[in-house]
């Protein structure tokens, strides 16, 4: 089994900038993609950015030029750095991780951090 952690969240100005992480753990093996996802108050949830195996990296138009997604694969742990923080940013972000084993698609999640931001 996957467990996923995240952590980094908080609150923080407009303008300011936040640094989430994703710590997996368990069976971390075939591990085909993973991403950050956000449900803001009232919304569905998005996918905000996603990272490939190979290391293909997709945005939301939203957070383009703003976000940035990362892994560091020695530490199992994926990041996301949010700059230029808006206030429609705050949400809780949730990181994710898809795993396909015997043509079964496995998505996991993690228990979500909460961003806000607020002036």
């Known amino acids: 089994q996957l467990q996923l952690v995240e952590s980094g969240g908080g609150l923080v100005q407009p303008g300011g900038s936040l640094r989430l992480s994703c710590a997996a753990s368990?069976?971390?093996?075939?591990?085909?993609?993973m991403g950050w996802y956000r449900q803001a108050p009232g919304k569905q949830r998005e996918l905000v950015a996603s990272?490939?195996?190979?290391?293909?990296?997709n945005y939301a138009d939203s957070v383009k030029g703003r976000f940035t997604i990362s892994r560091d694969n020695a530490k199992n742990t994926m990041y996301l750095q949010m700059n230029s923080l808006k206030p429609e940013d705050t949400a809780v972000y949730y990181c994710?991780?898809?795993?396909?084993?015997?043509?079964?698609?496995?998505?996991?999640w993690g228990q979500g951090t909460q961003g806000t931001v607020s002036s």
């Open positions: 994710n991780a898809r795993r396909i084993t015997m043509a079964v698609i496995y998505d996991y």
């Open positions: 990272i490939t195996s190979s290391g293909s990296t």
């Open positions: 368990g069976s971390i093996f075939s591990i085909n993609g």
